[in-house]
């Protein structure tokens, strides 16, 4: 799989272990910006996913530098169940969160990215850190697995979806209802649930680059 590449600006690149379990990530922050964006990958997938790596690289370019990070161990990941539950998929990125707060270095306002049963996971942290969490986005998300928690969620949450992914699209409109009011939902016309149609990643990539932007860049910088 191939996408444009990103000319990204010059950026501080580590290998890391995230959090008491110690789980493999890759942290990127570019020279002179501390905002930081934790991905967190859907079912079946992992930090090495092509399409969030390709997202990572619209952001770096921004200048907003990213975590990507595996939110199981092997052996966890080899049971499906892990796979799908949420609260425990949620409390490892709230881990990365603090572990980040806690001593990665110099950060600032951080962001959340999620994917598939991740964009569940990121809304759950987004509720149980909402005076670190500055914005969250999802792409091709299962918010609806987050319903339990999306009334605590504080910050504003983008919601992208492929045109041709209408299952999904019905349940990111119903769970829409239950998110802050800033929270917005845009669809991208012909996409279909990886995103996978030309240009449609992109496009995806290019409305979280914005949505980030305006949220954690903009409000605190100005």
């Known amino acids: 799989m191939k996408f444009e590449q990103q000319r990204a600006r010059p950026a501080r690149l580590q290998d890391v272990r995230v959090g008491p379990h110690a789980l493999p990530g890759t942290l990127v922050q570019p020279a002179g910006g501390a905002a930081v964006v934790l991905f967190a990958h859907g079912s079946g997938s992992s930090r090495l996913s092509p399409r ?85 986005v999802s792409r091709g998300g299962r918010p609806d697995l987050a319903a339990p928690w999306l009334a605590e969620v504080r910050a504003p949450v983008l919601l992208v979806v492929g045109g041709h992914d209408p299952d999904v699209l019905q349940l990111n409109r119903l769970a829409l209802r239950g998110l802050p009011a800033d929270a917005r939902l845009e669809v991208v016309p012909g996409a279909t649930h990886l995103f996978e149609e030309p240009g449609t990643l992109e496009a995806a990539a290019g409305l979280a680059a914005d949505w980030f932007s305006r949220h954690m860049l903009t409000e605190h910088t100005a």
């Open 52 to 136: 969030n790596r390709y997202v990572a690289e619209v952001l770096h370019a921004r200048g907003l530098g990213t975590l990507l990070f595996d939110l199981l161990d092997e052996r966890e990941a080899r049971d499906r169940a892990n796979v799908f539950d949420i609260e425990l998929l949620g409390q490892r990125l709230v881990a990365a969160i603090d572990w980040l707060v806690g001593g990665a270095g110099p950060v600032g306002p951080l962001g959340l990215f999620g994917a598939s049963t991740g964009a569940a996971a990121a809304l759950y942290a987004a509720a149980q850190r909402p005076d670190r969490v500055a914005a969250v």
